[in-house]
């Protein structure tokens, strides 16, 4: 009853700060009410039922530096209905990409659901805001079992990729706004003597040279992202990302153009641990790594690139 209740009241205060936002002048203005709805109600949330161990999952879209959230969470007293768990997406202004989920055709910015079962499919609406290059990634994947799979399905292209493995999905946009992804969270039951195997297919993306420059937002110039490695597709991409001594990782260009680019680690589930850059054939990134799976991204001015490495 007391988490209920602390809900109900921290969506009183969501509504009244989507109402400043909407009438409030330049200087406050529908992006950061967004923003402050979606820290605010997630960190209430979190505290409201800090008692439970909440699966959960964090989307992040982005063009050039223009970002949006997203938070889908199972409770133990939370319904698949629009209830005290929601809070309701704010229009972010037609030039910024967005995403959001439903609730009885009300769009959320965090969406609690019923508690999770084994195998849930959610609708994920997008707003590209203008034509250009965009990621979704998953900051966040907690307390799900392992072999859990998080398959971010673009409804669009076809293409599935499981979020669990590959945290970052690439991928090119119109103009558009329309309920592009559908995201599908299966967990096999200990009963489940059957062999599932997802492929992860991420397309070379032709560079268009009509819309590479496109702004994506204010003096944002989009980056068209091409020759992305999948977790399966090794050998198009410039470098090589080995187990090194000490729990690192050793990274060794192949395309020496590449010297000077940068170099991120995260974990599988999209955390950032470090970045650096290339200033050599070789390159020593992280220190004191735990075992576990992580991801090595090399990103040059136009191009990126990542790739899965086991530590054991």
Known sequence: MKATFELFLVRGLLRLISAIGKCASKSFSSKSASMLIFLVGTMAVQTAVAEELVKSVRLQV?????????YVGFFSSASDGYDAYDSEKMDNGPTYPAIWTYADGVRLVINGLSPYTGNKQITVGFQA?????????ATEILN???GTTVLLTDNKTGISQDLALNPVYYFMSNAETSNRFTLTISTKTATDTS??????TTPSIPVDTTTSNTPIGPSENSSVPTNIDSVNIASNIPFTAVPSNGGSILVTLKDLTLKGASISLYTMY???I?????KDVETIVGSNLKEGIYIVEVKSKNNRWSQKVSIK
């Open 195 to 200: 062999t599932t195997t997802t492929t992860i």
């Open 270 to 272: 999209g955390k950032h």
């Open 129 to 137: 805001g203008q034509t250009g290059s965009f990621s979704i990634k």
């Open 274 to 278: 470090t970045k650096t850059a290339a």
């Open 62 to 70: 982005a063009a050039g530096s223009y970002t949006d959230e997203l």
């Open 144 to 146: 799900f079992a392992q």
